[in-house]
């Protein structure tokens, strides 16, 4: 094996290994927003891993360009995702407050709420 | 590519795969559900790109431009709805509740009418959006 | 006239748009980038969408360091976050923590929030325009340096972001030293 397949075989079996984590973090952690810190996390570096594994075997710059462009819109689309996903399970209390060390937005949100209601 | 790396990479993907599936069942909410079939979505990248990797198909590679594109939409389109949703989620309702949730909204629709011609000074509500977010 | 003046202006996007699509046929030839160039102004023309306001002035420097501390953090954090993920019998301490920006700019809010949101250990779960407050989940408090660190490493992305693309009028209003300073300090420091 050339160094070339060698440094793929490394960042495919990186990438996986990553994945699998994340599976078991999703499958372990007791709250909504710890899953998704588990879950849609590793798609960012497990997924520039398996990308750029993908683009040392294969080795064409045609299909590295395309690989790159499937790493920018992931991390285009990503965060989008993780802030809605966040935000509905906040607002409809899927957090568990008994885990949070502090948890200022609450602090916030009643603070904003008994300003109104007089006025 | 070796076959021994194709394997045991495949092996954890699967492992991966199965635990998440697990999480999906188990639940509780529809969002765990879509975040565990957002990681779903993220292992069958990494096998798709293994598989291209191992037979040289460079075709699949725009499969995964359209998932890297398109996979975000699920999870947003089920977090845009569960925002809205009522706390006992993941039940259909029956017909009668169905009747019964509309009437009820429609007349805090009118009630909300009633309000806003009865002039209430809307610029105060515009200084505080705090107060949408409950 | 005035149709035109606007698609004009958007010439950003419209280069965006016609590098993806060569970027999708994967070779470059005129006329790729000709097709490009025409559907992404006709995109432009028919999906019109509200504009960004974007005056800012970006910096090569900064944008280096923006994105290579940007990898470096992903890295450190996938891995704090695996570690916990593989630590059997014990559960992440997590905190909501309020983080007021310093700038006033939709756009550096909404890229602050993006690689804040990117980097594992850390979720956006409200962001307030209108104070330029970002409310962040954080997935481990003691991984983080305590909540005051947590918040201090916000701060440092959109400190960065600043520097990386925000106008020199920006960078005194947020109450930082300008660009020309911080170089100075580098090379001294590097000089000692």
């Given at each position: 094996?050339s160094?070339?397949e060698?440094?793929?075989?490394?960042?495919?079996?990186?990438?996986?290994?990553?994945?699998l984590v994340?599976?078991?973090?999703?499958?372990?952690?007791?709250d909504?927003?710890?899953r998704?810190?588990?879950?849609?996390?590793?798609?960012?570096?497990?997924?520039?891993?398996?990308?750029?594994?993908?683009g040392?075997s294969?080795?064409?710059?045609?299909?590295?360009w395309?690989?790159?462009?499937?790493?920018?819109?992931?991390f285009?689309t990503?965060?989008?995702?993780a802030?809605?996903?966040?935000?509905?399970?906040y607002?409809?209390?899927?957090?568990?407050?008994?885990l949070?060390?502090?948890?200022?937005?609450?602090e916030?949100?009643?603070?904003?709420?008994a300003?109104?209601?007089?006025? | 590519m070796?076959p021994?790396?194709m394997?045991?990479?495949?092996?954890?993907?699967?492992?991966?795969?199965?635990?998440?599936?697990?999480?999906?069942?188990?639940?509780p909410?529809?969002?765990?559900?879509?975040?565990?079939l957002?990681a779903?979505?993220?292992?069958?990248?990494?096998?798709?790109?293994?598989?291209?990797?191992?037979?040289?198909?460079s075709?699949?590679v725009?499969?995964?431009?359209?998932?890297a594109?398109?996979?975000?939409?699920?999870?947003?389109t089920?977090?845009?709805?569960?925002?809205v949703e009522?706390?006992?989620?993941?039940?259909i309702?029956?017909?009668?509740?169905?009747?019964?949730?509309d009437?009820r909204?429609r007349?805090?629709?009118?009630?909300?009418r009633?309000?806003?011609?009865?002039?209430?000074?809307?610029?105060?509500?515009?200084a505080?959006?705090e107060?949408?977010?409950? | 006239?005035?149709?035109r003046?606007?698609?004009?202006?958007?010439?950003?996007?419209?280069?965006?748009?016609?590098a993806?699509?060569?970027?999708?046929?994967?070779?470059?030839?005129?006329?790729?980038?000709?097709?490009?160039?025409v559907?992404g102004?006709?995109?432009?023309?028919?999906l019109p969408?509200?504009?960004?306001?974007?005056?800012?002035?970006?910096w090569?420097?900064?944008?280096?360091?923006l994105?290579?501390?940007?990898f470096?953090?992903v890295?450190?954090?996938?891995?704090?976050?695996?570690?916990?993920?593989?630590?059997?019998?014990?559960?992440?301490?997590?905190?909501?923590?309020?983080?007021?920006?310093?700038s006033h700019?939709?756009l550096?809010?909404?890229?602050?929030?993006?690689?804040?949101?990117?980097?594992?250990?850390?979720?956006?779960?409200e962001?307030?325009?209108?104070s330029?407050?970002?409310?962040v989940?954080?997935?481990?408090v003691d991984?983080a340096?305590?909540?005051?660190?947590?918040?201090?490493?916000?701060?440092?992305?959109?400190?960065?972001?600043?520097?990386?693309?925000?106008t020199?009028?920006?960078?005194?209003?947020?109450?930082?030293?300008?660009?020309?300073?911080?170089?100075?300090?580098?090379?001294?420091?590097?000089s000692a």
């Amino acid at each position: 094996m050339s160094v070339v397949e060698w440094v793929a075989s490394a960042c495919f079996l990186l990438g996986c290994a990553l994945t699998l984590v994340a599976a078991i973090g999703i499958l372990r952690f007791p709250d909504l927003l710890a899953r998704m810190h588990a879950g849609t996390k590793p798609q960012v570096l497990g997924l520039v891993l398996s990308m750029t594994g993908l683009g040392l075997s294969i080795g064409s710059s045609q299909v590295a360009w395309k690989l790159i462009l499937v790493i920018v819109f992931q991390f285009m689309t990503a965060p989008v995702s993780a802030h809605m996903v966040g935000r509905a399970g906040y607002r409809t209390g899927k957090v568990r407050e008994d885990l949070l060390e502090v948890d200022e937005l609450t602090e916030d949100l009643e603070r904003a709420k008994a300003d109104e209601t007089p006025g | 590519m070796s076959p021994v790396v194709m394997w045991a990479g495949g092996a954890m993907l699967a492992v991966a795969a199965l635990l998440i599936v697990a999480r999906i069942e188990r639940g509780p909410s529809m969002l765990d559900r879509a975040i565990a079939l957002d990681a779903l979505v993220a292992s069958l990248m990494g096998g798709l790109a293994m598989w291209s990797a191992a037979t040289g198909r460079s075709d699949l590679v725009n499969v995964l431009v359209v998932l890297a594109l398109v996979g975000f939409i699920g999870s947003v389109t089920l977090a845009r709805f569960v925002a809205v949703e009522p706390e006992d989620e993941g039940r259909i309702l029956t017909p009668e509740e169905v009747r019964i949730h509309d009437a009820r909204l429609r007349e805090a629709l009118e009630r909300e009418r009633d309000r806003s011609a009865a002039g209430r000074d809307s610029a105060a509500q515009r200084a505080h959006p705090e107060g949408e977010q409950q | 006239m005035a149709e035109r003046v606007r698609l004009w202006t958007r010439w950003p996007m419209i280069v965006w748009l016609a590098a993806t699509w060569v970027l999708l046929w994967g070779d470059l030839t005129l006329a790729n980038v000709l097709a490009g160039l025409v559907l992404g102004a006709l995109v432009m023309v028919l999906l019109p969408m509200p504009r960004v306001g974007f005056d800012g002035r970006p910096w090569l420097p900064g944008i280096v360091v923006l994105v290579v501390r940007f990898f470096v953090d992903v890295i450190m954090a996938s891995v704090q976050v695996a570690k916990k993920a593989l630590a059997f019998g014990q559960h992440p301490r997590a905190a909501v923590i309020r983080v007021r920006l310093r700038s006033h700019s939709d756009l550096l809010l909404t890229i602050t929030a993006q690689l804040c949101s990117l980097v594992p250990g850390s979720i956006i779960v409200e962001a307030h325009r209108l104070s330029g407050t970002l409310y962040v989940h954080v997935f481990d408090v003691d991984d983080a340096g305590g909540i005051d660190g947590a918040r201090a490493h916000a701060l440092e992305i959109e400190r960065r972001v600043i520097y990386a693309l925000a106008t020199d009028e920006e960078i005194a209003e947020a109450g930082l030293p300008p660009r020309r300073r911080l170089l100075r300090r580098r090379s001294q420091e590097v000089s000692a």
